[in-house]
């Protein structure tokens, strides 16, 4: 800890884009004495987290690594929302959870409890660090009750359907989505009784007749939380009004963060829209992930899921690898070309690695790192988390002769650190997975593979060509000539 706070007053200052001001600011805590606190918009648990919504935890862990790298102590929570998001992101359709468990038939609870469960095996596979806190919407919903109690008398109204925020009592509603008038964006659907447009459930009362099996009594009757109220009230419980970063994708910039800042000007009674007043000083937004193929459709039954792709054979950290390749503010394209370009990426650093390995003769402690390199990935990590540029000074250092293969892999421990890739851990071997659907094991393929080298070597290209149409037929692809000396792939249609 003492290497880390030198390095956050000794490296180039960190500089991250607020979305509130669309500006870079150069970051500096609310707080010293509290450290960072960071509260990042967590998955809905009535599903398994798409391809997209990975993305957003990509980014968030590497911000999270950036601060301790440079030295701050740090509060990280998430949430899991489990009740209140309805279909629709703003205030139309079916709760989500509802749907999906009548759609399962089962009970909320068992959907919430494997989703989540789910949701966390993704997040182990990604390398990703385990926030500080995980909140869970529905053990707070007593809070929230109080929470919309102390902000009813002058922000909000009671109709039929339930208790709505008025987003024309607080000041410059909508400004986090760049919107200023009723037509603009971040305006949520309209509901019958609503009093303006931009208007947006507290609390949801269950219609008469309905029995909903996620429903409490509160002051406007039996019913259940709005989406938007749950950050709002987990964010001040457990990091405090202001705190220092709130994060989530660019689709929350429209509507869901809008919303939270309403309604925590409302709960702290303030009276400006400065930075500090909206709950949290930075507002942080990855982009979309943009599928062009088709291949990532779940009704397709594409490559929508962690999941989908591990059982194609493809290793989850080639995705971390994907992510990292484009700046976070940047849309990132994902196709199967994508996936298997940064996959084959991934294995030239592992063999990389695993060649200074070899070489090395370290006993059981590193030398310390270059320091020229560590400034250089300071220096890109530093300018709003940029990950592409430290890739760059991270393939170029373990290219870089004139440094010995002890302090390559000395100075590799910072860059694992700060990306999360586990390079020094990952073997060649690790890398080929097994797709679910193979019709050849793996040592069946090697076998294979390994007799039609001696095949062409033999100038036997009946033989060759033979076992290059069986390999083929059950989804492998030969590379003869691959400078990688990898022989062969599993394709992915």
């Not at 709003?384 to 000395?410: C, F, H, I, W």
Request: glycine letters at 8%.
């Amino acid at each position: 800890m003492a290497q880390a706070k030198a390095r956050a007053m000794t490296g180039a200052p960190l500089t991250l884009y607020n979305s509130l001001t669309r500006s870079l600011e150069t970051f500096e805590p609310l707080d010293p004495k509290k450290g960072v606190r960071v509260y990042s918009c967590g998955p809905t648990v009535y599903n398994y987290a798409h391809l997209g919504n990975l993305r957003a935890y990509v980014f968030t862990d590497t911000l999270s690594r950036v601060l301790t790298w440079k030295g701050y102590a740090l509060t990280h929570v998430i949430n899991i929302t489990d009740v209140g998001h309805l279909t629709s992101d703003a205030d139309a359709g079916d709760d989500k959870m509802e749907a999906a468990a009548r759609k399962q038939q089962q009970s909320i609870w068992e959907v919430a409890a494997h989703y989540t469960q789910a949701f966390k095996d993704n997040v182990a596979a990604l390398n990703i660090r385990a926030p500080t806190r995980w909140s869970v919407a529905t053990d707070h919903i007593g809070e929230m009750i109080d929470f919309a109690k102390r902000i009813a008398p002058d922000h909000c109204y009671e109709i039929d359907s339930g208790l709505y925020f008025d987003a024309t009592t607080v000041p410059d509603y909508g400004r986090l989505a760049g919107a200023r008038d009723d037509a603009g964006e971040g305006r949520i659907d309209p509901v019958a009784g609503k009093r303006h447009a931009q208007d947006f459930a507290i609390w949801r009362k269950s219609a008469p007749g309905e029995q909903r099996q996620m429903e409490w009594d509160s002051p406007w009757g039996k019913g259940a939380p709005g989406w938007h109220l749950e950050c709002s009230v987990m964010s001040e419980k457990y990091l405090g009004f202001p705190f220092d970063i709130h994060t989530g994708g660019i689709d929350h910039r429209e509507i869901h963060h809008p919303n939270e800042i309403a309604q925590n000007q409302a709960f702290c009674a303030c009276g400006t829209m400065q930075p500090g007043f909206t709950g949290a000083h930075f507002w942080m937004h990855n982009n979309f992930l943009v599928d062009r193929t088709g291949k990532m459709s779940k009704s397709k039954g594409g490559f929508s899921t962690l999941f989908a792709l591990v059982e194609a054979g493809i290793h989850p950290l080639a995705y971390r690898l994907l992510c990292l390749q484009a700046h976070y503010r940047s849309e990132l394209e994902f196709g199967a070309d994508h996936i298997l370009a940064a996959l084959t990426r991934l294995k030239r650093l592992v063999m990389a690695v695993q060649t200074l390995r070899d070489r090395a003769e370290l006993g059981d402690a590193f030398p310390a790192p270059n320091e020229a390199a560590i400034a250089e990935l300071d220096a890109a990590i530093s300018d709003d988390l940029n990950t592409p540029k430290a890739l760059t000074v991270l393939e170029a250092m373990l290219a870089n002769k004139k440094l010995s293969v002890e302090e390559r892999l000395g100075t590799l421990q910072a860059f694992d650190a700060l990306l999360g890739l586990t390079l020094l851990e990952l073997r060649r071997e690790d890398l080929r997975l097994q797709p679910l659907n193979a019709t050849l094991g793996e040592h069946e393929v090697r076998q294979r593979v390994e007799r039609r080298r001696d095949a062409r070597a033999a100038k036997d290209f009946a033989a060759s060509d033979r076992l290059r149409d069986e390999l083929t037929a059950a989804g492998v692809d030969v590379m003869d000539g691959d400078p990688m000396g990898w022989d062969w792939q599993i394709r992915l249609d």
